[in-house]
């Protein structure tokens, strides 16, 4: 069974830097691509950025494009966002998520259960 | 354009049949994927592909396409359906990730 398993988030002030990270298990993780996806208080989902089974391609929404950087260790299971000049608009409960194919192209398939972040003064 | 739009709300009978549609030039290209999300929980996958239903989704659950839209379809909503439902989709490089705003469905 797929099991992904967020960690890092908090509270931060604007401006600041964070790092969140999953832990995954159940399944060959270097086979597959991996995404994030947050979820604004009372919004809807809105995706962040993906990353590819090898960690070679990556992708990233403009609202985080040179200020999120996302990676991967394919030895220890995981996939972390570094989350740089944080903005109040960066609140949000953040989902790890496993992807369905090696490339960044499959559909989203397993959901981790999210990292809250608070970004305020 | 690289939108999904959605209807804000919907609401259906307990046992009836409802419709929850999804509409943005991506489709043409890339079918849409189905979650649902209930309260405070994690969104989990209904329907992915042309029409397929990962395990444990009931039956009563199914999904279709046809030119710029994509229908997902509950014959027979039970009150576990209540929730958001939010299609997503691809831009045309295949890459980027894109969801629609959901819908909230009420089973009365």
């Known amino acids: 069974e797929v099991h992904l398993l967020e960690s890092g988030g908090g509270l931060i002030q604007p401006g600041g830097s964070l790092r969140l990270s999953c832990a995954a298990s159940?399944?060959?993780?270097?086979?597959?691509?991996m995404t994030w996806v947050r979820q604004a208080p009372g919004k809807g989902l809105e995706w962040v950025s993906s990353?590819?089974?090898?960690?070679?391609?990556?992708y990233y929404a403009d609202s985080v494009k040179g200020r999120f950087t996302i990676s991967r260790d394919n030895s220890k299971n995981t996939v972390s966002l570094q989350m740089n000049s944080l903005r109040v608009e960066d609140t949000a409960v953040y989902y790890c998520a496993k992807i369905h194919y090696y490339d960044t192209s499959g559909f989203i398939e397993s959901w981790g259960q999210g990292a809250l972040l608070t970004v305020s003064s | 354009s690289s939108e999904l739009t959605q209807g804000p709300a919907l609401s259906v009978a307990l046992g009836q049949t409802v419709r929850i549609t999804c509409q943005g030039d991506s489709l043409r290209n890339h079918y849409a994927t189905w979650f649902h999300q209930k309260p405070g929980q994690a969104p989990i996958l209904v329907i992915y592909g042309k029409n397929n239903r990962p395990s444990g989704i009931p039956e009563r659950f199914s999904g279709s396409n046809s030119g710029n839209t994509a229908s997902l379809t509950i014959t027979g909503a039970q009150a576990e359906d209540e929730g958001d439902y939010y299609c997503e989709s691809r831009d045309s490089s295949g890459h980027y990730v894109i969801f629609g705003g959901g819908t909230k469905l009420t089973v009365l």
């Open positions: 990353i590819s089974g090898s960690g070679d391609s990556k």
């Open positions: 159940g399944f060959t993780f270097s086979n597959y691509a």
